[in-house]
């Protein structure tokens, strides 16, 4: 592991990495309910998205910059790790002080002056996968942010048999993290675009080892203003993450030690 | 569940489906060796492969009926539920008596005249997913065959962006259960080509709550006459299993009680 | 070309091959009508399909052999090459002297018993394409029957971005012409679903310079029993045909000689 | 037809867009050869690229704009259309008064921040569809920019079962033509990465009735800095064209009438 990773606190031997938060922050009282619960929770680190980028522009599209102040408030009351999606290079220099960890997207994943001005920052960045792309093309755009600064997830591709919105690719997955050594999470939200699939998936996701979860909470995901089929409460997740950690310890310890 | 198949002692209710053995009968020595370390380790279902499907003609295509009594033979000593798939209608009435469950390979799951042919017999069917097919097609072949008779067994898909050779669909296994109410298995060796993501694959479906695995187990993989590269030695096998069995009793006896 | 296409009258030099007729024998009218009017515009092979292999056993599943009557009559009065998908090797034999053609559809390209049995036959043998299937899987599924008698048909693959049923993959059927030097046609009605596009596909197949084409032609596609959205009249292939010719000729004759 | 694009000279009726050149600028002379060759043979649009996005950071990434001089000199001397991918923002407003028709490649097909900035630009923008992307996902791309500006081109998708680089989808490309009315262009350089595939694919994109074809043509393709291996000769090209041409008129004409 990275000694970068380690050092920011976000990448360490013997614990799996735990993200969550809403799909989007739409008010400050939705993004403060949530996050109180999920630090109750002991999750380190906090999904918490100003832009979000959307198929259709006629889709919400984050509250955007100005609410930049609710996360550092957060973190400063949680002392939660904060990670956004950057979606542009003009907000790297903003979300410095504040966003510990930048993630690019899947749609961005090959947007290649965005990668390159990220290179140019210090953080650990979350890099997810685009979903059409391959494992050789994850690392490569990986290698133009510096693969030492980046924890790669996969949320999902899209295949020809999908009965849902993309396939978690658990292979993929590995491949990666056998073959490049570098960290590996999972996203088991953005990829199945149903709810009542993401416990299942996201337990998939800490028994196949991978190195952490990124899952979509929300306080009340029916009127959530996007992905309102995908996000749990921290109810179920609370319960999720439970089996997840006895899951972890169970396969770290090793049975037949 | 279906009362045919908890009747056939296929797949009970409060436990989980273990298959394995070899990708294909080489020798009597092959076979017996390892079906008798699976028996040791509590296996109830035993992958005996007469006939092999092969992309090309010239490879190993199997030993055939004449070897049906080695699986007569080893299903006397050990007790174990044999399944073999059947890559022709003219099997089916052979190897009845001895067959307990006959498998529908990925390649034939279209093959409606087979499909026809066993509805007409009485035992639990396996049947593969088309490595192209949708859920959609996968249960519509199911009913040719009778669903109440009929275990799902994902096995992986073919997508543009697999770094294996092909990938292992939990979502779509999922959305086979939770909509169908009909019993999914995983096969997490044919999805991968490489046996160093056996381990986590077989765990990753235990712990997504499926109802079963199949796995290619060989004692001396390297050697093997067919996917040499992604058998399993008994060794292995047993640890995994161990894991899995405590993933599945962690996740059935479920946390907060 | 292979000597044995050539003897056959099927594929010849300097001419490409029009297939065309009803996805399905409804009754002797709708079949005889059409053929006639297909032997007017100068078809010279009749697509006579008896089987008809549906996703969905309660789909129309068609006539079966005891029509097989029509073909040997049709074949009479118009001299045509009668064409027709055979399904189960039990059918092979039965259809001798009048189907001069059988081909393998995409359900079935790999099921190898089905094509062992076609080895033995001397006929030549039109194999579609796999939805799933890699050009390396078409060439040795020919290679089953006898690569020498196989004329490959190119009918759609399944894709993770589909916008119609499949996707026409014209790069695929090349490469399988080009590096494998077999005859290709290819399928237009198959890829789509909607018969607006079998013109455009039609004549795209053969400006790539392809074998030729088979095209599902319905006197009354509405009132089909099976792929009513994708048949088109005789009268709109007339027009297509000729400008395939047109296209055809201005290829075959290199414009700048 | 959009206004915008006719008034433009982009696409006119009874026409068909023929856009070409090298796939990136790699030095004066060679551009320049290239471009007067094409000019010649009567292409009127010329394909110009400063900013070559590559799978790898390690790839030649292109001239940038200190090389923007060269498209107004040879734009001056030939009156050639002059289309450029635009990678970034910040590059829209130099190219302004040089670039006629800036694009948008694959990899930023979902850069939302790039087409949102494009929307306040008023050339017509060609838009290359994202290779995992669906036609909704295109044409909700194209909604940003402002569709009436934008001409959507065809590039190639990913599918499973690929023996080249991608998979020209014509059936995606005629259901964004007939459903959506938009203009569609195709390129078959980017599909293949096979130099050979190239003239067959290049007219069945016209056979099939798409709007225009981007073609990259290299006076020296063996030596050229990126896609070495698809690019061809002005020679090819040219007899191609005429191939193209031809079939468009005969199309067009209808030949029934």
């Known amino acids: 592991m990275s000694k970068i990773l380690e050092r920011a606190d976000v990448i360490k031997p013997h614990e799996f990495f735990v993200a969550a938060g809403p799909c989007a922050i739409e008010s400050k009282e939705q993004y403060f309910g949530v996050s109180r619960a999920l630090k109750v929770m002991g999750v380190g680190v906090l999904r918490s998205q100003l832009w979000k980028p959307r198929s259709s522009g006629k889709s919400f599209q984050g509250l955007g910059l100005d609410s930049l102040y609710m996360l550092a408030r957060i973190k400063e009351e949680t002392g939660m790790i904060i990670t956004t999606e950057i979606v542009d290079k003009d907000h790297i220099a903003p979300t410095r002080g504040v966003v510990d960890v930048p993630w690019v997207g899947s749609r961005n994943m090959q947007n290649y002056e965005l990668l390159k001005a990220l290179a140019k ?84 996701i800490v028994a196949a080892g991978l190195n952490g979860i990124v899952v979509e909470v929300h306080n009340d995901p029916q009127h959530a203003l996007c992905d309102a089929d995908q996000q749990i409460t921290p109810e179920i997740f609370k319960r999720v993450l439970e089996e997840c950690r006895a899951i972890h310890q169970l396969i770290s310890s090793g049975l037949n030690n």
């Open 121 to 204: 920052d210090d953080r650990p960045v979350i890099l997810k996968r685009g979903y059409g792309a391959t494992i050789k093309e994850w690392i490569e755009a990986a290698d133009y942010i510096g693969s030492e600064r980046v924890i790669l997830c996969e949320r999902g591709i899209r295949s020809g048999t999908d009965s849902t919105r993309f396939t978690l690719d658990l292979n993929g997955a590995l491949v990666a993290m056998y073959d490049k050594g570098m960290p590996v999470i999972g996203d088991p939200s953005h990829t199945t675009g149903r709810r009542d699939l993401v416990p299942a998936l996201t337990r998939s």
